[in-house]
């Protein structure tokens, strides 16, 4: 089963940078989704960024030209460590919420029509928390 582990949040005033990894065990499937989602309290979960096995990318507008999608799949000789990035700069108040790290099976074309939608992705992380002080 694919495990998800976000780490990088924490608090950052407005303006900084902020970059969120997930480390998982390796997608066991050769055309894939990887997303970044966030919530905030009292709102709806809402798609941040999401990058297909091609290296196709999608962003929020709200992001756009502000954070930037990436992923490292550098093989050890033990195992395949894959990483997703979410490397987040401008950072505004507006910003501050749980981010989690989303993947499915898909292919690139599927990832480009359904990223934002969370409910199309079947392997979370547990989240983790930025905050962005005015």
């Known amino acids: 089963q694919v495990q998800l582990v976000e780490s990088g949040g924490g608090s950052v005033e407005a303006g900084g940078s902020l970059r969120l990894s997930c480390a998982h065990s390796?997608?066991?499937?050769?055309?894939?989704?990887l997303g970044w989602f966030r919530q905030a309290p009292g709102k709806e979960r809402e798609g941040v960024a999401a990058i297909a096995s091609d290296g196709t990318t999608n962003y929020a507008r709200s992001v756009m030209g502000r954070f930037t999608i990436s992923q490292d799949n550098s093989k050890t000789r033990e195992n395949a460590r894959n990483t997703l990035y979410l490397q987040m700069s401008s950072l505004r108040a507006e910003d501050t919420s749980v981010y989690y790290c989303a993947a499915v099976k898909s292919s690139a074309q599927y990832c480009s029509d359904f990223w934002s939608q969370g409910s199309r992705f079947n392997a979370w992380g547990q989240g983790t928390q930025v905050t962005v002080s005015s």
């Open positions: 390796g997608y066991p499937y050769s055309s894939y989704c």
